[in-house]
């Protein structure tokens, strides 16, 4: 009998098809995507532990070295104080990060609770929700950015701008809000959902415990498709002077300020920084489309 | 007949090399002059401000006492006084005023004005703020015998006086405006000056039309202009390449004066000069442990004043080292002196040294502080960048906090700051004026550091009174030692100014200060 079970075991482990690995699929239906997520974990790991990547101090002034050109000593150059812009760039990449994935993971997650809640509510408060989400998105989101980041004064914690990270966070919660909302919609119309309120569960537990895990997707795919927003905005804030402050190390300030006086004796000052933020802005982009590939059911048919 | 022929041509080069100069120096009457101001006056009043840009804003809207003659600075000259004459013991100043002066609104200008306007600046009364109120404190009397008259009697004997009655800052208020609200220049223009107020709107510009009573008959040339603030150098300097604005009067840096050059050529002007003005580092010495003179001083010496003015200066307006008087001006501390004194060695690795051991003797070896800093870009950035570099290497952490000009000088003067970099806006070269800032306190609005200290205002009195020049400068140079010892507040550089123009504006005259010559009186465009 027992060796009969253990035959049966066998016979099924050998038929059932085997669970493919997530990751490998992910880099073999992808490829791009794979190569953008290695772009954007260098610049984590830059932003992670700087100080193990980084040949100088980002801060440090040297004026025996103004504006040296890209060299063994400065592959990047130097900027108008003598500092190496490369050991710059490195620690500009945690100013990008930390803003870039706060603002986005604020924005978003309030973004999706209120989407959630305007498709699950319905009626007067849906309107009442989508009629305030619409005028946020009448504002191109820089303009909505620069308001907010003029009136609200700044505080830093720990050396990172709080009112800058709400004042990018704001721009990006109607558009998070309009998307998943959609998604919302088509789960909040189910029997499950309907047997929850039947079951007399509460209007936050229905929608944290069974529609927010149903709109995952949306929310990952606008969450990292918004960090490569929120990385560009801080910069543009930067460099209008609304961002930051020097001398921090943070790409858009890099391109403001000297580099604006200097930046046809030293193109370096602003070309490097610049293809800093391209990149990543781009890896971001990337890395979302391919997510949104992925995680879409109609790529799986 | 060689010789006649030589000299005949001599005349013909004369003639031709002056001729079209003397046309093209013929004012021309009209037109609009759109100028750029870096930053937006926090107020309208003189007597209150001490930046520019109240006095870029307001200076065409009024008329002072008396005035520099710019071209040949530092004489004076009378403004609204056509004569006066100072008494042989020195006590007694009396001023014959212009007749026929109205102020914009229409009201007659007499002695009485000057007397109000005086009255204001040496005893302001309660909510009004006269920031060199301690210049004034030597008058005892103001009489008014005539509507064109007015007489200044003083207490002692003051050497500086007649720079003081000079000052660009001294704008002539209406008495009548002044008793229905003595705080009304805070947000009202009624001024004698060649231009009429038009507008302002906050964040983009100040407009002013031509003053058709003004006093000065054929003045001003201009019929209107506009101050647009421009507070980023690089839109000013695109404004000013692109034609949208002609001049920005204060100053800009040596890399904005070669890109400048490179863009316009000929029709630029550009004029130098070494500049009244000096970035100081300041301690609010009622907040720990910046009241303690070790974490002071230890500050201080930490800075590498001799290596940061070779670098600053290629990159920004700030240049020369120097103490409280500016450096190559008469009175001024010899280098070999000031070396002596702590925040201007040349070893700067002892300097270091000493500094880390007074923080560690005063328990602060891990200090740390914000800097508060304008956010005008030249030279306020680059001096806090170099600061903030500066501290690092003795292990001091600073977070640089920067703000618009009104949050900036309102929270040093309520106290709101642990350290900053301040100002000195001086307008010549006498000490008097410059040593104003460090008096006490408790009687002065213009120290931001909020210390009392008796032998600094003992030393300035001294000074004050000296008409012996060496003795005058062993004075000045006793109140730099004390302060500097203390560390209350130092100067960190001496600017240099360099201003761009385009050609086409006429009649402007430069000088060491940026607060002088602004009511545009005598510009024109030469268009």
């Known amino acids: ?301 | 007949m060689k010789r006649l022929l030589l000299g005949l041509l001599g005349v013909a080069a004369f003639l031709l090399a002056a001729g079209p100069k003397a046309e093209a120096q013929t004012p021309k009457r009209g037109g609009n002059l759109n100028f750029a101001i870096s930053a937006e006056t926090p107020h309208y009043d003189c007597h209150a401000s001490d930046t520019y840009a109240t006095l870029h804003f307001s200076s065409p809207f009024y008329s002072t006492l008396l005035r520099y003659n710019l071209s040949k600075f530092p004489d004076v000259e009378g403004d609204l006084a056509k004569s006066w004459t100072v008494s042989p013991d020195k006590l007694t100043y009396t001023f014959t005023l212009h007749d026929g002066v109205k102020f914009h609104d229409g009201t007659p200008f007499t002695s009485a004005d000057i007397k109000a306007t005086y009255d204001r600046l040496r005893n302001p009364p309660k909510g009004v703020v006269s920031t060199r109120k301690a210049t004034f404190a030597d008058i005892d009397s103001i009489e008014t015998p005539n509507p064109t008259t007015v007489i200044f009697k003083l207490k002692a004997v003051n050497s500086s006086m007649l720079d003081h009655f000079a000052s660009p800052w001294n704008c002539v208020y209406s008495a009548k405006d002044l008793a229905a609200d003595p705080t009304s220049p805070r947000t009202k223009i009624n001024g004698t000056g060649p231009f009429v107020f038009v507008e302002h709107v906050k964040g983009s510009h100040v407009a002013g039309k031509r003053n058709e009573n003004y006093f000065k008959k054929g003045l001003p040339y201009l019929d209107s202009y506009r101050g647009i603030f421009t507070l980023q150098a690089a839109a000013m300097l695109n404004a000013l390449q692109g034609g949208q604005v002609l001049a920005e009067f204060r100053g800009v840096s040596p890399a904005e004066r070669d890109r400048m050059i490179a863009a316009m050529g000929k029709n630029l002007r550009v004029e130098e000069s070494s500049w009244t003005l000096n970035l100081l580092v300041l301690f609010n010495t009622e907040k720990p442990p910046f009241n303690d003179v070790r974490v002071r001083r230890a500050l201080l010496m930490a800075i590498d004043r001799w290596g940061g003015s070779v670098g600053l200066s290629k990159i920004s307006t700030l240049r020369a080292v120097g103490g409280v008087v500016r450096p190559g001006s008469p009175l001024a501390t010899p280098e070999a002196e000031l070396v002596k004194l702590p925040g201007f060695s040349k070893d700067i690795k002892a300097a270091r040294a000493e500094a880390r051991r007074l923080l560690k003797e005063a328990g602060q070896e891990h200090l740390k502080f914000t800097l508060w800093n304008r956010n005008l870009a030249m030279p306020y950035t680059p001096a806090g960048v170099f600061l903030v570099d500066q501290w690092r290497q003795i292990g001091v952490e600073v977070e640089h906090k920067q703000s618009d000009t009104a949050p900036y000088i309102a929270a040093m003067q309520s106290g709101n700051y642990e350290v900053a970099i301040d100002f000195s806006n001086l307008f010549n070269d006498d000490p008097t004026l410059s040593l104003t800032k460090f008096l006490s306190a408790k009687n002065n609005p213009l120290n931001l550091a909020r210390y009392n200290d008796e032998e600094i205002d003992k030393y300035y009195e001294l000074q004050l009174r000296e008409s012996d020049i060496a003795k005058r400068k062993q004075y000045i140079q006793a109140l730099e030692k004390r302060l500097f010892e203390q560390g209350y507040q130092q100067p960190l550089f001496w600017w240099h100014r360099i201003v761009l123009t385009n050609k086409k504006v006429m009649g402007w005259k430069m000088s060491p200060s940026h607060n002088l010559g602004q009511d545009l009186a005598e510009v024109w465009l030469n268009e």
């Open chain 1, 1 to 301: 009998m027992a060796n009969a079970a253990t035959t049966m075991s066998v016979n099924a482990a050998v038929t059932l098809p085997k669970r493919p690995n997530p990751i490998l699929t992910f880099i073999r239906q992808q490829p791009m995507g794979a190569v953008s997520f290695v772009v954007i974990f260098i610049m984590m790991f830059a932003g992670l532990f700087p100080q193990l990547v980084a040949p100088y101090d980002p801060l440090g002034i040297d004026f025996a070295q103004i504006l040296a050109a890209p060299s063994w000593d400065h592959l990047f150059g130097t900027d108008a104080y003598g500092r190496d812009i490369l050991s710059r760039i490195i620690y500009g990449s945690r100013t990008a990060l930390v803003i870039g994935f706060s603002s986005s993971l604020l924005g978003s997650s309030i973004g999706a609770v209120l989407g959630i809640a305007s498709a699950y509510f319905g009626g007067r408060v849906d309107n009442w929700i989508q009629r305030f989400v619409d005028i946020l998105l009448a504002f191109p989101i820089i303009v909505l950015a620069l308001v907010v980041v003029a009136a609200i004064r700044k505080t830093v914690i720990y050396g990172v701008d709080v009112n800058l990270i709400i004042a990018i966070a704001i721009p990006i919660i109607p558009r998070v809000a309009r998307v998943v909302r959609a998604a919302a919609l088509s789960v909040s119309v189910m029997p499950y959902i309907d047997a929850a309120r039947a079951a007399g569960y509460s209007d936050s537990r229905i929608i944290f415990r069974h529609m927010a895990p149903n709109v995952v997707a949306p929310f990952l795919i606008m969450f990292t498709a918004f960090i490569a927003q929120a990385i560009l905005l801080e910069a543009s804030l930067s460099f209008l002077g609304l961002g930051v402050t020097e001398p921090t190390a943070a790409w858009g300030l890099m391109l403001s300020g000297n580099a604006a006086d200097f930046y046809r004796e030293a193109p370096w000052m602003v070309i490097f920084p610049g293809v800093a933020i391209s990149l990543a802005v781009f890896a971001f982009n990337l890395f979302g489309d391919s997510l949104r590939d992925y995680l879409d059911p109609r790529f799986k048919t």
